[in-house]
C-alpha cells in the first residue's frame, strides 16, 4: 500500500490527533464494532487488492480512496455500509453492482446490508474501471495542455 501520508498528506494535513489517513480508517472500522467495520474492512481490502496503488485519504469526515482522481468514498449508517463513486454514472456495470443513487447524471452508489454477498470479482472490476477512467481523464488533460503550447 503506498502511503498517503507521503503522496498526497503534508506533515500540516495530518487528520485528528495527528493520525494519517489510513490511521483514521483504521480507526473508523475499529470503532463500529458491529457488522458495519468488518464489512468495511473487507471492501477496504477488495479495493486494495484490485489496485495496490490506491491512495486512502480522509476528506468530509468519511474514508476516501483515490488513484488519478476520487474512485469511492466509503460511508457507514445503520443499516448499511455505502460506497459512492464519484463518476459512477460513466462506469460500466454488466453485473448490476450499483443499487443506490442511480437517478443521478454523475455519481452511482452500492449500498451493503449486514447480510449483503459481495461479488468480489464484480466489484474489483468496478474499481479497476474506476481507475481506468481516472487515467483516460488525466491523459486527455495532459495532451489539452499540450496543444494550448
Given at each position: 500500500?503506498?502511503?498517503?501520508?507521503?503522496?498526497?498528506?503534508?506533515?500540516?494535513?495530518?487528520?485528528?490527533?495527528?493520525?494519517?489517513?489510513?490511521?483514521?480508517?483504521?480507526?473508523?472500522?475499529?470503532?463500529?464494532t458491529d457488522w458495519r467495520g468488518a464489512k468495511l474492512a473487507h471492501l477496504r481490502a477488495l479495493i486494495h487488492q484490485a489496485d495496490?496503488?490506491?491512495?486512502?485519504?480522509?476528506?468530509?469526515?468519511?474514508?476516501?480512496?483515490?488513484?488519478?482522481?476520487?474512485?469511492?468514498?466509503?460511508?457507514?449508517?445503520?443499516?448499511?455500509?455505502?460506497?459512492?463513486?464519484?463518476?459512477?454514472?460513466?462506469?460500466?456495470?454488466?453485473?448490476?453492482?450499483?443499487?443506490?443513487?442511480?437517478?443521478?447524471?454523475?455519481?452511482?452508489?452500492?449500498?451493503?446490508?449486514?447480510?449483503?454477498?459481495?461479488?468480489?470479482?464484480?466489484?474489483?472490476?468496478?474499481?479497476?474501471?474506476?481507475?481506468?477512467?481516472?487515467?483516460?481523464?488525466?491523459?486527455?488533460?495532459?495532451?489539452?495542455?499540450?496543444?494550448?503550447?
Amino acid at each position: 500500500m503506498r502511503s498517503s501520508l507521503a503522496l498526497t498528506w503534508g506533515m500540516e494535513n495530518l487528520g485528528l490527533n495527528g493520525q494519517t489517513p489510513s490511521q483514521l480508517i483504521d480507526s473508523r472500522i475499529a470503532a463500529l464494532t458491529d457488522w458495519r467495520g468488518a464489512k468495511l474492512a473487507h471492501l477496504r481490502a477488495l479495493i486494495h487488492q484490485a489496485d495496490p496503488d490506491v491512495l486512502e485519504e480522509w476528506k468530509w469526515g468519511i474514508p476516501v480512496w483515490s488513484h488519478d482522481g476520487l474512485i469511492c468514498t466509503g460511508e457507514t449508517y445503520k443499516a448499511a455500509v455505502k460506497l459512492t463513486f464519484a463518476k459512477g454514472a460513466a462506469l460500466p456495470d454488466p453485473s448490476k453492482i450499483f443499487n443506490s443513487s442511480l437517478a443521478g447524471n454523475v455519481r452511482r452508489a452500492i449500498d451493503f446490508s449486514e447480510n449483503a454477498v459481495i461479488d468480489e470479482d464484480a466489484f474489483k472490476a468496478l474499481i479497476l474501471s474506476a481507475v481506468a477512467l481516472n487515467q483516460s481523464t488525466v491523459r486527455a488533460a495532459k495532451e489539452k495542455r499540450k496543444t494550448k503550447k
